[in-house]
């Protein structure tokens, strides 16, 4: 029987999406022949074998409206030559050539909705970008009857507004078996994107009061306004940045860990709204971690309690004594890394692979 071909686009660098290579990784070992396209930089390493097809587009402009339009010009004619039974549009910044391409094509089509992308802060904050960004969720998401997110609350978003039905599929890392080390050498462990609204400006300041190494791996529209910030509060010496790390190194960075930082500010429903995966790495290394009293977080937490919760809007000071309560209170630290060890069982990617696979099963019956 000919397997079902299925086309995931994104706009990110195929190598460190982790959610997308756990489901892409999913969904082929479910039997379906899976591609996720996403676009070449000048600067993008080889593609790393994957167990399923990788195709990057070129671009010429690297940022900014010319790079969307030539990638959604690029993106729509691939997907329209191409043979799909299913296009999956991830996120907003690739729903439109997906939508048109699958319309043409008469196939089906889904909505991956990662984040509330008009709720970005740099969407939100920037009018005429805000406005070109909510004319086309309003045009394209009701056109998506059949699609999944991150959480109960973006799932919510999405109904109050488009009437649409999401599931749910956390960004959940894969269960494996968990050996904790010893962890002499202690650090606290930022990863992900260093974008604005990461919190950077306290956290960085609050490191003058902490006596552990801080390592950053991710960069972002944040990053030298973070060095200069470590330079600027005299904590250079304290702070190392790592750049971009593949995700193999960067596990092995996760589970050396102390604490792990998961902090957003409020300014938008999509930070206030989120659910990291960073959130469910730390759990899944049993790192006891930092993290923001947002909703989502604190109804696992309210569960297992595996993170010191903090109150928007944070501050160097709050946030340097619940990192040294992590550091130095021992009690407390034991217990929340035996309950990452309970946690990591229920919030795992073969529990939530579980939903995602029903999703294509049910759209391609």
Request: proline share 5%.
């Given at each position: 029987?000919?397997?079902?071909?299925?086309?995931?686009?994104?706009?990110?660098?195929?190598?460190?999406?982790?959610?997308?290579?756990?489901?892409?990784t999913?969904?082929?070992?479910?039997?379906?022949?899976v591609?996720?396209v996403?676009?070449?930089?000048?600067?993008?390493?080889?593609?790393?074998?994957?167990?399923?097809?990788?195709?990057?587009?070129?671009?010429?402009?690297?940022q900014?409206?010319?790079?969307?339009?030539?990638?959604?010009?690029?993106?729509?004619?691939?997907?329209?030559?191409?043979?799909?039974?299913?296009?999956?549009?991830?996120?907003?910044?690739?729903?439109?050539?997906?939508?048109?391409?699958?319309?043409?094509?008469?196939?089906?089509?889904?909505?991956?909705?990662?984040?509330?992308?008009?709720?970005?802060?740099?969407?939100?904050?920037?009018?005429?970008?805000?406005?070109m960004?909510?004319?086309?969720?309003?045009?394209?998401?009701?056109?998506?009857?059949?699609?999944?997110?991150?959480?109960?609350?973006?799932?919510?978003?999405?109904?109050?507004?488009?009437?649409?039905?999401?599931?749910?599929?956390?960004?959940?890392?894969?269960?494996?078996?968990?050996?904790?080390?010893a962890?002499?050498?202690?650090?606290?462990?930022?990863?992900?994107?260093?974008?604005?609204?990461?919190?950077?400006?306290?956290?960085?300041?609050?490191?003058?009061?902490?006596?552990?190494?801080?390592?950053?791996?991710?960069?972002?529209?944040?990053?030298k306004?973070?060095?200069?910030?470590?330079?600027?509060?005299?904590v250079?010496?304290?702070?190392?940045?790592?750049?971009?790390?593949?995700?193999?190194?960067?596990?092995?960075?996760?589970?050396?860990?102390?604490?792990?930082?998961?902090?957003?500010?409020?300014?938008?429903?999509?930070?206030?709204?989120?659910?990291?995966?960073?959130?469910?790495?730390?759990?899944?290394?049993?790192?006891?971690?930092?993290?923001?009293?947002?909703p989502?977080?604190?109804?696992?937490?309210?569960?297992?309690?595996?993170?010191?919760?903090?109150?928007?809007p944070?501050?160097?000071?709050?946030?340097?004594?619940?990192?040294?309560?992590?550091?130095?209170?021992?009690?407390y630290?034991s217990?929340?890394?035996?309950?990452?060890?309970?946690?990591?069982?229920?919030?795992?990617?073969?529990?939530?692979?579980?939903?995602?696979?029903?999703?294509?099963?049910?759209?391609?019956?």
């Amino acid at each position: 029987m000919k397997k079902k071909r299925i086309i995931c686009t994104v706009t990110n660098d195929l190598n460190y999406d982790q959610r997308m290579i756990r489901i892409c990784t999913s969904l082929s070992n479910a039997g379906y022949d899976v591609t996720l396209v996403g676009f070449k930089r000048k600067k993008s390493k080889p593609l790393k074998p994957q167990p399923f097809k990788q195709k990057r587009l070129w671009i010429v402009a690297e940022q900014g409206k010319l790079m969307y339009l030539q990638y959604w010009l690029n993106l729509f004619f691939y997907l329209l030559l191409k043979p799909a039974d299913v296009i999956c549009a991830v996120d907003l910044d690739t729903i439109l050539p997906v939508y048109f391409a699958s319309k043409l094509k008469g196939c089906k089509r889904v909505y991956d909705a990662h984040e509330l992308f008009t709720e970005l802060k740099e969407v939100v904050t920037r009018p005429a970008v805000h406005k070109m960004w909510l004319a086309i969720e309003r045009f394209a998401v009701p056109r998506f009857p059949t699609g999944y997110t991150i959480g109960a609350c973006y799932a919510e978003e999405f109904h109050k507004k488009y009437r649409v039905q999401y599931n749910i599929v956390r960004n959940a890392t894969v269960l494996k078996p968990l050996q904790i080390p010893a962890r002499t050498n202690k650090y606290i462990l930022y990863q992900g994107w260093v974008n604005e609204g990461r919190c950077f400006e306290e956290l960085i300041p609050a490191m003058q009061f902490v006596d552990c190494k801080l390592v950053i791996c991710g960069e972002g529209n944040f990053y030298k306004q973070a060095q200069q910030l470590a330079a600027d509060h005299n904590v250079s010496n304290k702070i190392s940045f790592e750049g971009y790390v593949p995700p193999d190194k960067l596990v092995e960075y996760t589970k050396q860990a102390t604490v792990g930082i998961t902090l957003f500010h409020k300014l938008s429903k999509s930070n206030e709204l989120s659910l990291a995966n960073r959130f469910f790495d730390y759990m899944h290394q049993a790192v006891p971690q930092l993290c923001m009293k947002f909703p989502e977080y604190e109804k696992i937490n309210d569960n297992y309690e595996i993170a010191a919760l903090i109150e928007d809007p944070v501050t160097p000071e709050n946030i340097a004594a619940l990192l040294n309560k992590l550091l130095y209170d021992t009690t407390y630290y034991s217990r929340l890394k035996e309950n990452c060890t309970k946690a990591r069982e229920k919030y795992c990617w073969q529990e939530e692979e579980k939903v995602l696979l029903s999703v294509y099963s049910r759209l391609l019956k």
